[in-house]
């Protein structure tokens, strides 16, 4: 996290006050938030999901290297001060430390969802119920995101975007 925030040194800082938006779930924008003192909660659908702390925490990084809407909102609990880059993706490929820090990120959040994961369908694996279409469901939700990425790479081919 000190090598994020070192590689940070040239961006402008922004101060949130407590229940300020950060990001909104559905917005856009391009920025990248990289946190430097502060707690955020970070609700989808309304549902809190998180709460982060740690300095070197990066917010907006998904819907930047995936180019669609945020997918969640991050609100300061605490008096958040956070460097912001207006130009994420141009951030990211230009500084290896901040890839190499969003590469980790992203692969602890996998690392995490699938543990989850399986541990939900071994939880449900002999339920002949709802429960038990845990497979059927994960499944869908793998082909949606599978369609969902060839539609955007479809559609940055029409020279007409």
């Known amino acids: 996290m000190t090598d994020a925030l070192s590689a940070c040194a040239g961006l402008p800082v922004v101060a949130f006050a407590p229940d300020e938006v950060l990001l909104a779930e559905g917005g856009t924008g391009g920025r990248l938030y990289v946190l430097v003192e502060g707690e955020v909660r970070v609700t989808r659908g309304g549902t809190e999901v998180a709460r982060i702390r740690t300095p ?6 998904m819907s ?7 997918s969640a909102s991050v609100i300061a609990v605490t008096p958040v001060r956070a460097h912001v880059s207006e130009d994420a993706m141009g951030f990211i490929e230009a500084t290896p430390a901040i890839a190499i820090h ?8 996998l690392y995490s969802t699938t543990g989850y994961l399986a541990d939900i369908k071994r939880q449900f694996a002999d339920k002949s119920d709802h429960l038990g279409m845990v497979d059927t469901i994960l499944e869908e939700l793998l ?19």
């Open 143 to 161: 082909q949606q995101q599978r369609s969902a990425r060839v539609t955007r790479a479809d559609a940055t081919d029409d020279p007409r975007l």
């Open 56 to 61: 070197g925490a990066l917010f907006g990084e």
């Open 64 to 70: 930047v290297l995936l180019d669609i809407p945020h």
């Open 102 to 109: 969003t590469a980790r990120t992203l692969a602890q959040r």
